[in-house]
């Protein structure tokens, strides 16, 4: 109520009413505990700027109920709880030394506790404070923080411990943003806004043996969803790796070379903790350690007797593959590694799970391998390392996702998502592995498609939705890998089991939108042999259009007409009025979702450069729509909305070009662009905005410069004196100083065609 | 930070297709759009020779 209330101003007296309960003497417990904690949920959801002024006493309240002289427990549990919510509120508070002072000593005073509850959300508050207000932390990590989280990294309690590691995986998360905001700030020339202490960095030789220390706890039984001090070590370990980087290296390397423990808790925690440093430091500094390691934990992912030993072992090569790929395709073991992986597809499901991933990293780095080594001349590599064991592998892959056990640890999923990464990333003497490899899919599409026609089942919905997604994107792949021909040959086959997925009225818009994807692919693949398929894929796309409920349907239908105007160009004039019509209702329709609408406008332009000059009938339609859409403004403080304002200002602008293009035609006698001429002003005046926006991205100012180029190419001198502005001149000299060469030379191009008219 | 914990991104999942089809078709718009303008582009690789 008070959500609903307090931002109208119709409960005034409230606040007042529970800050009052909770500091008067005398207030029974119960009622104390209760207000404490109504108050505690009130600024948890509640727009900071209501109850901004009443803050101080807020604040006042809550540490009140938190200090040591308060005799209850729970109200003590409460008041920390509270304060957890209560801390984005405490900006001002945190400004001022003395108030800064005495909230950190309650709260540091209350993380010394034996009273569990009150000491875990006593330090969940320190480590939303290092998040929130890092830059004020200095004095209190020498004199306390660094002690009070130590001790509690060493807690024989559980839950406390656990916020002891998550102290500083918080601590990590804001010294690696620190470096990269310093990065971008001496990128600029300007001094950062916060400096970063590299606490973590001092702490490493403290920290990381704790953390150590709790990958060798594993549970004997462990369930994957269960969070504890072991699992959250590892995570620690990850982030230290990413933040510290090379530093992390000697802390870590002796306790790893462990690997031949006799205990397997040990042999775990070695490989866990290698696993988990692999990405961050430079892959030079981990070439040897690495080097020298690979060939015990190949033999341990074959022998070794415990199964969490395997399933570790599989990660960390799986790691390995990804981030040390040189070190891992030079090494002599490379043979042995894949036969032990595909060993390990028969292994237990969370074992053959990470060799999926392993494969799918192993085959991305030799295929990236292959292509560096042919050089820019090859668009295919010839061969690579896993040629020769290409088939086995994608045929063992298909065993694995038919496992009986194959829904345990996302393990079908993950052996489809590794077959299309070997599909993706193949040369071009495993072609006929993959052209073998269409012809399972789609067999396995159809027999699906057929068996859920045939028997009525709805109960294992989510599992079929799945496979016939998994299905369908791995098809996806193999069309996109597939030579022109061999494509045309399969693609009845592959357009019939589409459009048989999209027709069934309870299908889930996942799949729905799976299907429009694939559709695309094979627009893409096939071009203009696609025009057969039209007539039967039609109604699905009108449908698709104009389901704005199933906004990713919807989207991924939007984009079919994009390329639809790529394949078809001139010939697009048969379905523009129609497609036109869904366009523009789907635009107006205010319960679309936003993020649908400017790839609308986008497309816009799409029909305009395809059906040339015949667009007029569109135009006076369209220029009204884009001129209401260049009107929207968002606040700005909100990054989603400055991301969505980019995103639509991108797809006008792209839309105005594509119709500067199509109106001027191929053909000079017909040219219209004529007929644009009186709504020229709006458009140099948006393209003025974009250059005085300081919050616009690069591709914006790319597609700014494209715009001033078209109409300048497009009109030539006559318009002369509509681009003379200092604005225009800005973003054009904006454009060539970016780092991004399209933009550059997108800018380049636009300023040698603004030359020649001024030269005129 | 769960989800981190021992486990590889889902490179290929549906959000993924979705990004990498929007980034495809976004591509032919600008190859079209060149086309169109007679620029070449410029790639950030070496250009190739024949």
Redesign the interface.
């Given at each position: 109520i008070a959500q609903i209330e307090l931002p109208l101003n119709q409960w005034p007296d409230l606040i007042q009413i529970l800050v009052n309960n909770c500091t008067t003497p005398n207030v029974p417990d119960p009622l104390k505990e209760a207000c404490i904690e109504a108050l505690g949920y009130i600024v948890e959801d509640i727009e900071p700027t209501v109850l901004i002024h009443q803050s101080n006493l807020i604040l006042t309240a809550i540490i009140n109920t938190m200090r040591k002289e308060e005799p209850n427990e729970r109200v003590r549990v409460a008041g920390a709880q509270a304060l957890f919510n209560a801390l984005e509120f405490c900006k001002d508070q945190f400004e001022n030394p003395d108030e800064r002072n005495y909230i950190m000593r309650v709260i540091c005073e209350s993380t010394q506790t034996n009273i569990s509850k009150l000491s875990v959300a006593s330090l969940q508050c320190l480590s939303k404070i290092m998040s929130l207000y890092y830059k004020h932390m200095e004095n209190y990590m020498s004199q306390a923080l660094f002690a009070i989280t130590l001790s509690a990294l060493d807690s024989k309690d559980d839950q406390v411990a656990l916020q002891g590691i998550?102290f500083w995986?918080t601590t990590c998360e804001e010294e690696t943003d620190l470096a990269i905001e310093a990065q971008e700030a001496a990128e600029l020339g300007e001094p950062p806004d916060v400096v970063s202490k590299h606490y973590m960095l001092g702490a490493l030789q403290y920290v990381v043996p704790q953390l150590l220390k709790c990958l060798t706890v594993q549970e004997e039984y462990d369930d994957e969803?269960d969070?504890n001090p072991n699992?959250?070590a590892?995570?620690c370990l990850?982030l230290i790796a990413q933040c510290c980087m090379d530093n992390v290296v000697p802390h870590v390397i002796p306790f790893a070379e462990h690997i031949g423990h006799a205990d397997w808790r040990f042999r775990d925690a070695a490989v866990m903790s290698f696993g988990c440093i692999v990405d961050g430091p430079d892959p030079k500094t981990l070439n040897q350690p690495t080097w020298n390691l690979i060939p015990h934990l190949v033999h341990m992912l074959k022998t070794d007797s415990s199964l969490a030993v395997r399933?570790?072992c599989a990660?960390t090569l799986?790691?390995i593959c990804?981030r040390l790929p040189q070190t891992i395709l030079q090494h002599p073991s490379v043979n042995d590694l894949v036969a032990a992986l595909l060993l390990s597809l028969e292994n237990d499901p969370r074992v053959a799970t990470?060799a999926c991933?392993a494969f799918?990293?192993l085959a991305e780095s030799a295929y990236d391998a292959a292509e560096n080594l042919a050089g820019?001349?090859e668009e295919e590599p010839q061969t690579y390392i896993l040629s020769s064991y290409y088939a086995t592998i994608i045929q063992k892959l298909l065993l694995t996702t038919a496992r009986p056990d194959a829904n345990q640890n996302n393990l079908r999923?993950?052996a489809y998502?590794s077959i299309?990464?070997l599909l993706k990333s193949s040369p071009r003497d495993c072609y006929a592995v993959v052209q073998e490899t269409t012809v399972t899919i789609i067999a396995r599409l159809e027999d699906l498609l057929h068996h859920r026609q045939s028997s009525n089942e709805k109960t294992s919905g989510g599992n079929y939705n799945d496979l016939q997604?998994l299905l369908c994107?791995t098809l996806?792949c193999v069309i996109k890998k597939m030579q022109q021909g061999d494509a045309i040959q399969i693609s009845d086959t592959v357009m019939s089991a589409f459009l048989m997925m999209m027709s069934s009225n309870e299908q889930s818009s996942?799949v729905q939108?799976?299907a429009l994807?694939a559709v695309?692919t094979v627009m893409?693949v096939t071009d203009k042999h696609f025009a057969k398929y039209m007539d039967s894929f039609w109604p699905y796309l009108v449908a698709s259009l104009q389901n704005h409920a199933e906004y990713?349907v919807c989207a991924?239908a939007v984009?079919i007409v994009?390329?639809m105007c790529?394949t078809f160009g001139a010939e697009m004039a048969n379905f523009s009025d129609k497609l036109m019509d869904l366009l523009v209702s789907a635009l107006s329709d205010q319960a679309l979702h936003q993020s649908v609408k400017p790839?609308i406008l986008?497309t816009f332009?799409?029909i305009a450069?395809a059906i040339g000059p015949v667009y007029t009938k569109y135009l006076q339609v369209v220029i009204h729509i884009l001129k209401q859409a260049s009107e929207a403004t968002v606040d700005k403080n909100d990054y989603e909305m400055l991301d969505y304002f980019n995103e639509l200002r991108e797809g006008i602008l792209?839309a105005y070009?594509?119709i500067v293009?199509g109106l001027k035609g191929e053909d000079t006698a017909n040219n219209q662009l004529e007929q644009l001429k009186p709504y020229l002003q709006i458009i140099v005046q948006l393209i003025i905005s974009v250059s005085e926006d300081r919050d616009k991205t690069d591709s914006l100012t790319c597609c700014a410069c494209?715009l001033i180029?078209?109409i300048v190419?497009g009109y030539g001198v006559s318009i002369k004196n509509f681009v003379q502005f200092d604005s225009i001149a800005d973003l054009l000299s904006q454009g060539r100083r970016s780092r991004i060469?399209?933009t550059?030379?997108?800018a380049h191009?636009a300023s040698k065609e603004m030359k020649k008219i001024n030269a005129l | 930070r769960i989800d981190l914990y021992k486990t590889k991104t889902n490179k290929q999942d549906q959000e993924a297709r979705r990004t990498k089809l929007l980034e495809r078709q976004k591509n032919d718009r600008e190859k079209r759009l060149s086309a169109l303008r007679n620029i070449e582009e410029e790639s950030d690789s070496p250009k190739k020779t024949n």
């Open positions: 998550e995986s969803d969070w699992k959250a590892g995570v990850m399933d570790t990660w799986g790691r990804e990470n991933w799918s990293s820019d001349n999923s993950a998502e299309m990464e997604s994107a996806q996942e939108e799976d994807m695309g893409e990713s991924a984009g994009g390329d790529r790839s986008s332009g799409d450069m792209e070009s594509g293009q494209g180029g078209d190419t060469s399209k550059k030379s997108m191009w | -």
